[in-house]
Structure formats: C-alpha cells, structure tokens
C-alpha cells in the first residue's frame, strides 16, 4: 500500500544538523493498525507528515501503491492529502466559525462533492463516531472527546485510504482515549491506520504493528512488510474549490466577529463617502452650470449676418503717435474698417446644415423678407405689424414708410433639426394657450412680471392704455391674415406699385395664410431675460415661407428691373436697392444666421465647424461670425471640472488609506487564522484555493464597505441639499448618480481585493507543517 524507501530530511539550523529521517525504510500493509513510538524530537512526527504530504523529504521516495512521488508538485500533494489521507491531530484541529457538519464536510468541499451527497456523508461519519445527537451543536458547546470524534469524523468522511493520527489522545482523560483507540481501531478493519503516540501501553493495547523510533531511524519493527505493489496502481483527483464555497467560508467567517467587521467596513467607507459626495455634489453643480450656459448661449448665439465685424482689422489709437506735419490724412473709422461682407451662399448654407446636431440642435435661418398682415378689427379689416414702435409716431423717410408697409418686426426663434420646438419647450414656460404646433403659430412674449409692450400690442390692433390688464383669452386665439405680395400690391397705371385699399378681399384670397396666436408664453429662468423681446414671435421657418411665396412675385420682379423705388419713384443705390428687394422678400440671402450651442464645449466645437470653412480662403470670402458668449466661456469653461478633480483627488487619499487598512487587517486574519490554514491544507486546499478564501474575503468587505458608502453618501444628499437651498437658494444640487454609485461599488471592491491580495498570497505560501503547530 505506502512504502518509505531511503527516506532523509535533516534541519540546519546554524552549524547544527537535526536528522529527522536518516535513510528510513519501511512499507505499509493496505489494512493494519500501525503504532510509531518513540521519544519526542525522535522524528516520528515527521515521519507522518511526509506520509500524509505535509512534508517534503530530501532525498528517498515514497511510494503509494508503486507510485513514485518524486515528481509530484504541489498540486498532486494536494489532491493525495484529499483524496487518500485522513489527519486526526491531538488538538483537533477544528474550525471554530464553522458548524460541525460544515467541519466534516469540508474535506469533501474541496474535491468538489455536491452539497447533498457530502451533507449525507458528514452525517454518516458523525453517527458511525457515535455524535448522532450532537451534530447540529456548535464546536464551543463539546467537549474534548467529542471534538476530537468530530475531527476523527471529518478524516473518514471522504473515506480516505490511509489515516494518520498523532497523539490523538493526548488532551484527554484515560476513559475518552480508550474510546477514541477503540473507534481507530474499528476504522483500522477498512484502512491504513498510522498512529504516533506517547503511550505504549495504549499502542500495545490496541495496534497491530508497533514501530519503535529513536534518533530518526526504526528501531524496531514488530510486524515488518515488504511491499509487492506494482506501480500506476494509484491515480490522483485533483481537488477544486469553487469560488462560492470561498465565499461562503468568508463570510461565516467574518459573520462571528461583527463588531470588527462594521468598523473595518465603515473604514473602508469613508473615501467612497468622501467622493460620493463629491460627485454628487458635483453632478448637482455642473447640472447648474449647464442650465446657466444653455441660458447663456439661448441669448448669445453665434451669430452671422451679411455684414459682419472682423475684430482683428480694428486698428488702436493707443498705438499712434503725435504727428509733426502740416497735413491732415483722410481714412476709414475702426469701425469701417472693421466692417466685412459675409457671403452667405448657397454652399455656406449647405456647410452650416451639416454641422453636427449634437453641437447645434438649433440653427436660424432667418430671412429679412417683410411680412403683409392685415387683422380684422371691430368687423373692419386694417393693416397690422409685429413691430414695438410708436404706431402714432410720424413716417419721415422713405425706408421708414417702407417698413411700415411691409410689416417688418416681431423676435424670430429658431425650429430645432429635428423639426421640434425644443427652443421654445426648454427656455420659454406657456402661460396660456400652447406651444406652437404649426408655422402659422406665433406667439406673444410677455416679461417676467406678465407685462408686455404696449406698441406691440397697439400694432396688432389693440385698444390699450398704460397700465390696462388684458385677460389671456382675449390674446390666445388671435388670427392674423398674411398676404402674399400679388395680392396686397397693387400695379398702378403708371408702373409704381401701391398697397391695395380692399383688405377684405385681400383675406379672402387663396394664398393668404392665416397666424393665430397659439400661446403666450414667458422666460423660464429667473437669471435671464431670454432671447426674445416682449411682443410677437414666430419662426424662422415662417420667414423661408414667406420669401418662397413672394420671391418671384411682380412687385419684386419690377423692383429688380428697376434703378428708382417701385413704389416711392425715389433713386436708390445699390445698397438701398438689396435692402429693399429683401423687405420685398426677393432676395434668397439670409440676412442672419443664428446657431444655439447649449454648452461652452459645444460652442467651442461649433466655432472650430466654422473656423474650417474660412482656412485657406481669401479674407473676402471668409465668413465672419460673433460670438457674444466667448469672455464668459474663457472665463467658466472647464472650472467645475477643474474643482471636481481637485476634490476627489483629496478624497481618493482617503480610499488609498482604506486600501492600505484593509491590507492590514487581512494580514492580521491570516495571522489569526494560521492554524485554520494548515487544516486547509492539510485537508488537500491548493494554494489557490487558500488565496481564493482570503480574496473572498477581502471581496466582501469592499462590497460591503463600497455599498455602505454609497448609501450613506445618498442619505447625506438630503441635508446637504436642504443646507444648501437655505444659504443658496439653489434645490437638488446634490444628486448622486446611479451610474457613479455603481462604479464606485465596483472601485471600492477591486482595490479592497488588490489590498488584500499580498496578505492573500502569503497565506498560502505558509508550510502546511508548521502552521498547523501554530498557537
């Protein structure tokens, strides 16, 4: 069955050489009752613990069944301790936070025997060692015999082929160790029993075969056996503890000493905590800070006009130096000089609707075309503008005269890509009626405190006084005819054309659209005034409509053929002569394009889209655009996440120092549980199935420690935003991402884990041997 040949193993320690085995040679029956006796520091304890593979020997072989171990790794002594060898130790060796079943099992644990059939054996082996009605105890509550059955059960419970025992009734009274030597005894009928005891009159009482030991040689043999077993008669079964079993033995670990277990954990915590709260703090802040730039950027767009102001053509005064001549210089104002013709073509046009929507939902095309609007008033149809001047003011010049004609004025928003009133929806609060629906939609812009231009209002036909109040009903609702150029102009005789006189018949033609007043509607913020003024609005959609109607009308086709005024008879320039046609709505040249960023980021992205069209043009066919907002982005961009940065990277010192801890204190379990480690081992654990217990446990206190800052975090978001609302004025800044919670759950685990993970490994690089003689 197991035979010794030439077996050594000395000690050196400093000049001196211990001979623990001195070319020892024996074999062993497959089913006696062997009995080592001898002095102590004889080597009859290292004699077992080679048998049993808890030791290495230097040089000589062991063979089981014929099988040479020479070549055996760590690994086969691993899977030969489980599967073929049962330890029973004088100090029982037991595993105090786990129950007696659980103990018994745990040998089957590790070969990976399903949780029915290793219950069903444990329970066999504590009935066959007589502690049927005590098995469901807790170790602390046996006594000495019955631990040691408990621990005799838990060597037989895998049915091992060979059983080892040393001094297996040390600890106990003369009644309980004939008891234990009779159930050895008994389990000597079915195996190989190797026993190291101090008592020779128990040895001969109850073994078959006595081995005398001295000085690490046999002395004396009563029963000497020689081997005739063939070898690869034995085969291995690696052992295999799964991640759950470690979990589980961690746990019921860390379960017996809670109090320690929620301060380490609570620990641990404190850096989650520390940037939890950051973060939240943070998510809360930034959600501001966006919601201020959107608020920002929805008043300050990027705007590109036909004229345009280029600011690196301004020339400074405070360069120039005094002059000596006689002579005066004649030259263009900083301004003019400044001042830049932008080419809003049909190509730009192409280029601005392919910037990317995620920088710019909002983009206005806006068209100077006038609008013809007529609203019936009292049963009387009369001519109405969107315009907030005086309506009572005097008409002095001919441009004036034709900007009343046309209808110019209102504030023009913009329709988002998508075809969406997103603008309007996120900036604007309806306070009556709805948000618009249709391109006929318009709506009334009121102030803050419900007041409204009264020119505005007196324009549209209103018979209004300052300080009157108006019922929201008697604005929702309100309809006001647009008519296309052919049907409000009338050709005269002499080829001038001339508003038309019968605005009945003007409403009632087929090309006459029909606005209503969809809503009234009021800035959203209380920090800005918004983007568009108090009186009409309509979309720049409405605008394109309008020159598509009116673009090819007679009016505009006369005004193109002709130097004078079609209407006035006056002489225009050139510049006059465009300014009109575009009142006319026969120019398709936007005369503002307005894009919306909602962030300073998104702005800058947008800046560089338009930056790209300009490189490697000539500066006349650059495009020139203002950018209103870009002091105040160069002053905030980046600033939160600047702080946020500076913040979690004081608090991550903390998380360090948690991580430095809990390396600690899994150094100090594998301290406290050194004995527990070598009943692991010897038991048939592999070094990774150790590290594998310890890892489990160092898993758990960050999860734990990971969830219970992230709750805390949560719970102190309620008196931080309540502190804060009381001295800010500002509510919900505080808000903690479940996203952020996640991953610092997961942080919290993998460095807690990477903490623990030397402490880990120095466990299971401990001799098995020497741990087990641990206190």
């Known amino acids: ?32 009752f062997v009995a080592i006796l001898g002095p102590s520091g004889s080597g009859k304890t290292t004699m077992l613990n080679i048998i049993g593979g808890l030791d290495r020997y230097d040089s000589g072989d062991l063979l089981i069944k014929g099988k040479s171990t020479k070549d055996f790794k760590d690994a086969d002594w691993d899977a030969y301790r489980n599967n073929s060898v049962g330890f029973i130790f004088q100090s029982y060796n037991l595993i105090g936070h786990l129950g007696i079943i659980e103990n018994v099992e745990m040998g089957m644990t590790l070969s990976g025997v399903s949780s029915a059939i290793r219950h069903q054996k444990a329970e066999e082996a504590l009935i066959r060692v007589g502690l049927k009605a005590h098995m469901h105890k807790k170790i602390n509550q046996l006594s000495g015999g019955q631990m040691q059955r408990v621990a005799i059960a838990r060597a037989i419970a895998n049915d091992p082929e060979i059983l080892l025992a040393d001094e297996p009734t040390g600890a106990l009274d003369s009644e309980t160790s004939n008891e234990i030597m009779k159930l050895i005894q008994d389990l000597s009928r079915e195996r190989l029993v190797i026993m190291v005891t101090h008592n020779p009159e128990l040895a001969h009482q109850y073994a078959d075969r006595i081995i005398e030991f001295a000085d690490g040689k046999i002395q004396h043999d009563s029963n ?21 079993t470690a979990l589980k033995l961690s746990y019921t670990n860390i379960r017996t000493k809670k109090g320690r277990t929620f301060l380490t954990v609570f620990a641990s915590s404190i850096g989650i905590i520390s940037i939890a709260i950051v973060l939240a703090l943070s998510n809360g802040f930034q959600k501001q800070i966006d919601k201020t730039q959107s608020e920002a950027m929805a008043s300050m767009p990027i705007t590109i006009s036909q004229v345009g102001s280029d600011p690196s053509a301004m020339t400074g005064t405070q360069t120039k130096k005094f002059s000596k001549a006689s002579t005066i210089t004649a030259e263009k104002s900083a301004t003019d000089k400044a001042q830049h013709i932008n080419k809003l073509s049909k190509t730009y046009l192409n280029y601005i609707k392919k ?14 075309t006038g609008l013809n609007l007529i609203r019936k008033v009292d049963d009387k149809y009369q001519t109405v503008t969107f315009s907030n001047s005086n309506p009572d003011s005097q008409t002095i010049d001919a441009q004036a005269m034709m900007s009343s004609a046309t209808g110019v004025g209102g504030s023009v928003y913009p329709i988002d890509r998508n075809g969406k009133q997103s603008f309007l929806k996120t900036y604007y609060k309806v306070i009556a009626g709805a948000y618009p629906t249709a391109t006929t939609d318009i709506v009334l812009v009121i102030n803050k405190d419900n007041s409204v231009n009264i020119n505005a209002l007196k324009n549209l036909g209103f018979k209004v006084s ?26 005269l005789p002499t ?10 018949s003007m409403a009632a033609k087929a090309k006459t659209k029909t606005l209503k007043i969809a809503g009234i509607v009021r800035v959203k913020s209380k920090n800005s005034d918004g983007l568009l003024a108090s009186g009409i609005a309509y979309s720049s959609q409405l605008t394109k409509e309008v020159l598509d109607l009116n673009q090819d009308s007679e009016i505009v086709t006369a005004q193109k053929a002709n130097a004078k005024n079609v209407m006035t008879g006056q002489t225009m320039d050139a510049s006059t002569k465009n300014m009109w046609l575009t009142q006319l709505g026969g120019s398709s040249t936007p005369t503002t394009i307005q894009i919306y960023p909602t962030t300073f980021k998104d702005k800058d992205r947008v800046l560089n889209y338009l930056d790209k069209y300009n490189k490697g043009k000539k500066k006349a066919d650059q495009v020139i655009y203002t950018d209103l907002a870009g002091t105040v982005s160069d002053m905030t961009g980046g600033l939160m996440d600047a702080i946020t940065y500076v913040l979690i990277a004081f608090a991550a010192i903390s998380l360090i120092t948690s991580m430095i801890m809990i390396s600690i204190i899994t150094y100090t379990s594998v301290i406290e549980r050194t004995k527990e480690i070598g009943v692991l081992k010897a038991l048939g654990a592999r070094k990774k199935d150790i590290t594998r217990v310890f890892d489990a446990e160092t898993f758990i206190l960050g999860f734990g420690a990971g969830i219970f800052g992230v709750v805390v975090a949560y719970l102190a978001t309620f008196p931080i935003n309540s ?26 685990t993998i460095l807690t884990i990477l903490g623990g993970h030397v402490p880990a490994r120095m466990a299971a690089r401990k001799d098995a041997a020497i741990a087990l003689r641990a206190e």
Do not use: C
């Not at 000395?10 to 070319?23: E, N």
């Not at 910037?355 to 100077?368: H, Q, R, S």
């Open 495 to 504: 080829g001038n054309f001339l508003p038309g006189t019968d605005l009945t």
């Open 1 to 32: 069955m197991l035979e010794l040949k030439n077996i050594k193993k000395y000690y050196h320690v400093g000049d001196t050489t211990t001979k623990a085995q001195d070319d020892v040679s024996v074999a062993f029956r497959q089913k006696e």
């Open 723 to 748: 502190l804060l609302a009381s001295v800010t004025g500002l509510n919900g800044v505080a808000v903690l991402n479940p996203v952020h919670a996640i991953v610092l759950v997961l942080v919290s």
């Open 224 to 244: 000497p056996h020689v081997e005739g077993q063939k070898a690869d008669a034995f085969s291995l079964k690696r052992t295999k503890m799964s991640y759950w």
């Open 466 to 491: 300052e300080g009157e109040k108006i019922n929201f009903d008697k604005l929702v609702g309100t309809t006001i005819k647009l008519v296309a150029n052919n049907d409000y102009y009338t050709k």
């Open 355 to 368: 910037a990317p929507k995620k920088d710019a939902k909002n983009i206005a095309i806006t068209y100077g």
